[in-house]
Nanobody, 124 residues
Framework: QVQLVESGGGLVQAGGSLRLSCAASGRTFSTYTMGWFRQAPGNEREFVATITRSGGITRYADSVKGRFTISRDNAKDTLYLQTASLKPEDTAVYYC?????????????????WGQGTQVTVSS
């Protein structure tokens, strides 16, 4: 089992950037495929980005492609999401998640462990 703690959220103006972090503890971080999801009030949890165990392959939602970058540092047991050109519609609670199965997944049901989330608010 792995425990996940997100940080780095906050209030930012449109066009700004934030770097979100997800610190993992417990079982070896490098054995998990990782993902970022977000959930705005009244909406379902939606896929943002995912990364393979080695960090060699990534996948993004169309809504964030070219603006967000997912990365990981397995030596530090940490997952990152660098955001840029933020828009008000990016406002949400952002969650990191760990997946035991091999292969990337866009589906929240494909992930086994979740953090508590960090709030990102983008003002216009």
């Amino acid at each position: 089992q792995v425990q996940l703690v997100e940080s780095g959220g906050g209030l930012v103006q449109a066009g700004g950037s934030l770097r979100l972090s997800c610190a993992a503890s417990g079982r070896t971080f490098s054995t998990y495929t990782m993902g970022w999801f977000r959930q705005a009030p009244g909406n379902e949890r939606e896929f943002v980005a995912t990364i393979t165990r080695s960090g060699g392959i990534t996948r993004y939602a169309d809504s964030v492609k070219g603006r967000f970058t997912i990365s990981r540092d397995n030596a530090k047991d940490t997952l990152y999401l660098q955001t840029a050109s933020l828009k008000p519609e990016d406002t949400a609670v952002y969650y990191c998640a760990a997946r035991k199965a091999v292969g990337l997944s866009n589906d929240p049901l494909g992930y086994d462990y979740w953090g508590q989330g960090t709030q990102v608010t983008v003002s216009s």
